[in-house]
């Protein structure tokens, strides 16, 4: 393993800041100018951009609607304005001034804190060669009783032993029945796991016809094998050597008959990366395709995050070797597996966050920490749900769930937007010319998205739909969470602003007395039951669990299930007829935690001279045991170490928000930087 890893910790400084929107410079940082800023909820308008119910909207419609939202978007505009401890001032500090201030490690489903423990490759069986007795299970073979008589069993037995030379291989007559072959093949496999078998068709000519394909002279040749003779089972120690597959040219390629598993898990490390970005980049390199790689949940781009992935049918060999080829990412722990992670199957994350610059006083932080930890904080979805540009991905998620696809595409490629010049050159192309090709060229590579739209809509300009079926399926379903997502947050709020923190009888929550941390999200929603005024006291507000909408979610037989109403009709979506399906995605809907208390909450104080001192030890650093950094009381500037886990979908943003009384938007931060 290459502890040089391609650079893989960037040689650019981390300390340069995001750029502040043009719309909104925030110069100071004391509490009553935040509280000045923020919006009541009431009169926030309902939505950024007013959408198209049909899908003919025209261009002009959809240029208007994407010059209506080229805005920084703030916490109070996805509805992010409430606070548990109200009473406790807050403080000022600086959030991800350095992208290695933030550390995310998954918790998997078992409990255990994911941490790249070693880049070495699994342990690999001995090779078979010649003198190796091939195991194989002497208590099944009477799976072959009623196709192979005991001489020919026996035969295979003797196959498994050990030879001085390469055996030759056993030919056992087969039924020209395919359903009986087949169960011989299966059987063959499950006792015999170490030797290979293939039909043989036995032509009229003599000839030997494997599945149709023949070996002939190092050459493939394609036959149509009408009416064999019979049928044979040919069993070998080595692969057959018969030929599956064929190039344009007619030469031969030899298909790898040894066993790949089929699935690889291994602990990806990455560093100022997004997930869908860290994806698509091994997917080039690897050669295949998105969703042959799963997940248990995304992490943020600005940040160093371990995490457990898998790939479908690919050796832990292949993965291991761009360790030393890929910048910002490092692969360890492989691990050969039949099944494959899914979305969702994690018990959370562990944060380990550095807030620099910290104006509070020891006290200060006690008592704010304290809190956190006794009475926790509003589980809001944070600013990253929304997007790191001026268009917020619930606007993208509102137009493809009404199906007004062309205003989702005119919103993606808006101009104005947050990305780089070159990028915002391109899109101003195709905004106000419609010229995909000319923006297609212009746009740089990394921006994965526009490109992958504009690549369709150069054939034909009004493939909307195949312009967005082109992005990877967990993108386009972002979008439409996240849409969900704002109407969650604006729901909880309204709320709190009515009714307090407080349980009231209708409301959802899981049976009392359920562990529900080992179960799935199918077994979850069967434990959920309603509130009644008889069980009102065993519940408290950590118990209440919101709906997210969706088309099969169910909703509090109270007053908040008209807040849901009222804030879709918004929109113009019933509660009751909530798309289900669009663009090969499933909304049915699911329930959060309003009040989520972290777990494992510790914290200390430090200092430091410089930017760029690192205060948290890297997974890479700890993997080559150098010791972590040291608590510091000389230093120039104090800083503030806090950690916590949270359970998965939860964002610490809305943790450290709550003790800092400040928001977490992108404007605000850069101007704290």
């Not at 979008?479 to 923190?501: C, D, E, P, W």
């Not at 899981?510 to 199918?522: A, N, Q």
């Not at 009040?595 to 080559?624: A, C, F, G």
Request: some cysteine; overall charge neutral; aromatic content about 8%.
């Amino acid at each position: 393993f290459d502890w040089n890893m391609g650079n893989f910790w960037s040689q650019t400084s981390e300390s340069d800041s995001v750029s502040v929107g043009k719309r909104r410079q925030t110069t100071t940082s004391n509490e009553s100018n935040i509280n000045n800023n923020r919006a009541d909820v009431d009169n926030q308008p309902t939505k950024r951009a007013k959408t198209s119910t049909t899908a003919e909207t025209t261009t002009t419609t959809a240029k208007k609607q994407t010059q209506s939202v080229i805005s920084s978007i703030t916490d109070a505009d996805v509805f992010i304005t409430e606070y548990i401890s109200k009473d406790l001032p807050g403080f000022s500090c600086i959030l991800k001034q350095r992208y290695s201030d933030f550390h995310v490690n998954e918790i998997d489903m078992k409990g255990n804190v994911v941490e790249l423990q070693h880049a070495s490759l699994p342990q690999v069986e001995e090779k078979i060669t010649n003198a190796t007795q091939l195991p194989y299970f002497d208590d099944q073979l009477d799976k072959f009783s009623g196709y192979l008589k005991r001489s020919e069993v026996e035969q295979l037995i003797q196959l498994c032993r050990p030879h001085d030379e390469t055996p030759e291989a056993v030919k056992l007559p087969a039924s020209k029945d395919r359903d009986e072959r087949v169960t011989l093949h299966r059987s063959i496999k499950e006792v015999f796991p170490h030797l290979y078998a293939v039909t043989v068709h036995n032509m009229k000519d003599g000839r030997e016809d494997f599945n149709g394909e023949e070996v002939h002279e190092n050459a493939l040749l394609l036959t149509t094998a009408d009416n064999p003779v019979s049928y044979s089972i040919k069993v070998s120690r080595v692969s057959s050597g018969v030929l599956k597959n064929r190039d344009g040219q007619g030469r031969t390629r030899r298909r790898d008959k040894s066993k790949v598993p089929p699935f690889c898990h291994f602990t990806l490390v990455k560093e100022n990366i997004d997930t869908n970005f860290a994806v698509k980049l091994l997917c080039r390199y690897i050669k295949c395709r998105p969703k042959d790689i799963s997940y248990a949940g995304t992490k943020d781009k600005r940040g160093v995050t371990t995490q457990r992935m898998c790939i479908k049918a690919t050796r832990s060999s292949r993965l291991s070797s761009l360790n030393s080829r890929l910048r910002g990412i490092a692969m360890g722990d492989f691990e050969d597996a039949n099944d494959c992670l899914r979305l969702g199957d994690l018990k959370g994350n562990r944060f380990e966050i550095v807030l620099r610059a910290c104006s509070a006083d020891k006290d200060l932080v006690e008592k704010a920490m304290t809190s956190l930890s006794t009475h926790g904080f509003i589980n809001y979805y944070g600013m990253q749900r929304f997007g790191v540009c001026s268009i917020p991905t619930h606007e993208i998620g509102l137009a493809i769930l009404k199906k007004d696809y062309q205003t989702a595409v005119q919103l993606l490629l808006a101009p104005g937007t947050g990305l780089d010049d070159k990028a915002n050159e391109a899109n101003r192309v195709y905004h106000e010319t419609g010229d995909a090709r000319r923006a297609f060229v212009l746009t740089p590579r990394k921006f994965q998205t526009q490109r992958t739209i504009l690549g369709v809509l150069q054939d034909d300009n009004k493939e909307y739909v195949t312009a967005l079926q082109a992005l990877p399926k967990n993108q386009r379903m972002m979008y439409m969470h996240a849409f969900q997502s704002v109407v969650f947050n604006k729901v909880v709020t309204m709320r709190i602003q009515k009714f307090g923190l407080c349980v009231l009888v209708g409301d959802l929550v899981y049976e009392k007395g359920v562990d529900i941390s080992s179960l799935g999200r199918k077994e979850k929603k069967e434990q959920i039951t309603r509130v009644t005024a008889s069980n009102l006291s065993q519940y408290n507000v950590e118990d209440v669990l919101m709906p997210i909408p969706g088309a099969h979610s169910m909703y509090p037989d109270n007053e908040i299930r008209g807040f849901y109403e009222e804030v879709l009709k918004e929109h113009n979506i019933s509660i009751d007829d909530f798309p289900e399906y669009s663009l090969e995605c499933f909304m049915n809907g699911n329930y959060r935690q309003m009040i989520v208390k972290p777990s494992n909450v510790h914290w200390h104080m430090t200092s430091y001279d410089v930017p760029e001192d690192t205060l948290l030890q890297s997974p890479i650093d700890r993997l080559r045991d150098l010791p972590p950094p040291g608590v510091r009381t000389d230093g120039a500037h104090p800083a503030l170490v806090v950690g916590f886990d949270l359970p998965s979908s939860c964002y610490a943003t809305m943790a450290l928000r709550e003790i800092m009384k400040t928001p977490t938007d992108k404007a605000f931060q850069a101007s704290q930087n």
